[in-house]
């Protein structure tokens, strides 16, 4: 009996310790926050060991345990109308708000959902949740994209991916099918997905080529560049969940297909140090030190080497790509965007990306409104069901209708 609770005890310690992290008191609800950490952090190890053995690529076993555990068939309510189907080859779901007699077209949103190229659907349970309220409180049509993933794909194919389904839906004869207004369709997206997003909106805005334009975007939590992985939030939110820096890091290699040797270098900036040329001309884009303001800014100091490792960007040259990183793109590009909606956290390492986008746009005449929480973490919008609901969770995405209702 003894040995059994000193067993007990000891398991219960080694599980504390394995969930309890040091967290800011204003994140919200941060022991639930711990917990779903942990779970994802558990996720990750396990998937690394099916990769260790040689059984699977790490992402395709991570994808596989996320999907498994919440994936969800398309079920209609008296509502909210649920489809599977395919637009030029890649697969969607859709959700089709309740039509109004006094509202004969409906508008519409294009959603792209996070997992930093590689992980999640619009078929789990969080993506599905969030498309049914966004398609029944705006009375709306969400065309939710199942674009293909890394490994299997990687950058530009998920881009493609994206444009195919936009381009189809926009054709006439598609929007009359879903009774969809054309002069009042937007393209949003969450972390990943708002970096896809915001790459649609860019290519958009300059093809001459489109009959009907996007009316708007809304990006939550986006990520935008590659080229400073030491901005505040970044220094702040190093090792914060759900994405520290070095997961963010090995993302962004895990798209381009590029080499892990590149990860540590990378994550101290090596990669456009002042010896790179290639970088020199971006820099200016995307300096913190003049797009941030000062309450961001704070006392942190901008981390710039004199020399890097230049073989990064000669091996990883869509680093420096536009389609990639939204906020190194031109000035005269940004100014054709539609009106713009960010949502940003506090205890995000992509908060400032999201940040300065937003100033440059403002700079480039977008309207833009940026909605900063200060409780936030990434990816909380999705977090609003048990056992994973969290305050800030229903807060944003309470926010984040609500402006789509207003400006759509």
Sequence with gaps: MRTSCVLLTALVALAAYYVYIPLPNAVSDPWKLMLLDATFRGAQQVSNLI????????????????????KKTAWSSAKVKV??????????????????????????????????????????????????VMAEELNAVIVSIEYRLVPKVHFPEQIHDIVRVTKYFLQPEVL???SVDPDRIGISGDSAGGNLAAALGQQFSQDTNLRNKLKLQA??????????????????????????RYVMVKYWVDYFKGNYDFVQAMIVNNHTSLDVGEAAALRTRLNWTSLLPASITKNYKPVMHTT??????????????????????DQEVLQHLPKTYILTCEYDVLRDDGIMYAKRLENAGVEVTLDHFEDGFHGCMIFTSWP????????????YIKWLDQNL
């Design 51 to 70: 990769h260790y053995l040689g059984l699977s690529h790490h992402l395709l076993a991570l994808n596989f345990i996320i999907i498994s555990f919440g």
């Design 388 to 399: 994973t609901n969290f305050s800030v969770g229903i807060r944003t995405r309470n926010s």
């Design 308 to 329: 890097g490792n230049a073989r990064i960007i000669q091996e990883i040259p869509q680093l420096l790509d536009a389609r990639s990183a939204p906020l190194i793109a």
């Design 219 to 244: 990006l939550i939590y986006p990520v935008l560049q590659a080229l400073d992985f030491n901005t505040p939030s970044y220094q702040q939110n190093v090792n914060t969940p759900i994405l520290p």
């Design 83 to 132: 489809t599977d189907t395919d637009f030029d080859g890649v697969e969607v779901r859709v959700f089709e708000g309740s039509p109004k007699p006094e509202e004969p077209l409906r508008r519409s949103i294009l959603y792209v959902h996070g997992g930093g190229w590689a992980l999640a659907s619009p078929k789990i349970s969080y993506y599905d949740d969030l498309c049914t």
């Design 176 to 178: 009359q099918k879903y």
